[in-house]
């Protein structure tokens, strides 16, 4: 799976914001060791940023 280009092109809200999320998503599939990176060929960031777009998973703001 590659990169999702065309749903970061497609996406209008903070790019910053998604792309944090993504990259801990990736973070937190590492760590857990998802079977579905194998899957993946080991792109975990392309995984959890399809996951992010699907809405898979979704990602929040905390307020401090």
């Known amino acids: ?3 999702p280009l065309e ?3 497609k996406f209008t ?4 914001e998604i792309t944090v ?3 801990r998503r990736a973070y ?9 990176i194998e899957e993946n060929e080991g ?3 392309s995984l959890a940023a399809q996951q992010l777009f699907s ?3 979704t990602y929040r703001i ?3």
């Open 55 to 57: 809405k898979k998973v």
């Open 7 to 9: 749903d970061l092109v």
């Open 62 to 64: 905390e307020q401090q």
């Open 43 to 45: 792109k975990v960031v």
């Open 13 to 16: 809200d903070n790019i910053y």
């Open 1 to 3: 799976m590659l990169f």
């Open 21 to 23: 999320a993504a990259n």
């Open 28 to 36: 937190q599939m590492l760590r857990i060791k998802d079977p579905a």
